[in-house]
């Protein structure tokens, strides 16, 4: 019995321990491989999972600062991808019927998919002539307007379409 005791002590100063380590301060600038793995996620060259980019950015910024939209919101400060201040992250929630995840830019879109064919060579196509066009990249990330500046998201829907029946 006092083995347990003696554990559950030990367990509960280690939580405590690492709940005092996670103050906004810790939260002030995410991990650096941050662009690797949410950018990658972004352009759709990463596996979207919701729980883990959930975790990832709490992580990084803290709990979310709002749920709306079927996503919960991560204010970003000081965060850039491809050389654009990115101002805010998004991840699906539950309610929603995709996987997505979603980044807001201080910037215009088609300065982020300069800013992107710059870095990495991968190139957005508008999707059609109209003034403010949806862009899209061969992996099917998109980038659109938000009033001026633009918002970037990868979507994959929640639900698996079969494939035809094998004889």
Known sequence: ???????????????????????PAAHAAPQPSFGIEVGNALLCLNQLNSKYFFDYLVAAFGPPYKTEGGAYWFKATNVSLWGMQAT?????????????????????????????????????????????PVRQSQAGSKIVYNDTN?????????FLVPGPEQP
């Open 1 to 23: 019995m006092k083995i347990v005791t003696r554990l559950s002590n030990r367990l509960l100063a280690l939580a405590l321990a690492c709940a005092a380590t996670v103050t």
């Open 88 to 132: 805010d992250f998004l991840v699906n929630d539950s309610s929603s019927q995709a996987d997505f995840i979603g980044a807001y830019f201080n910037t215009t879109p088609v300065k982020l998919t300069d800013a992107i064919k710059a870095a990495l060579g991968i190139r957005f196509t508008p999707e059609d002539d109209t003034a403010y």
């Open 150 to 158: 633009a918002k970037m998201y990868c979507a994959k829907s929640k």
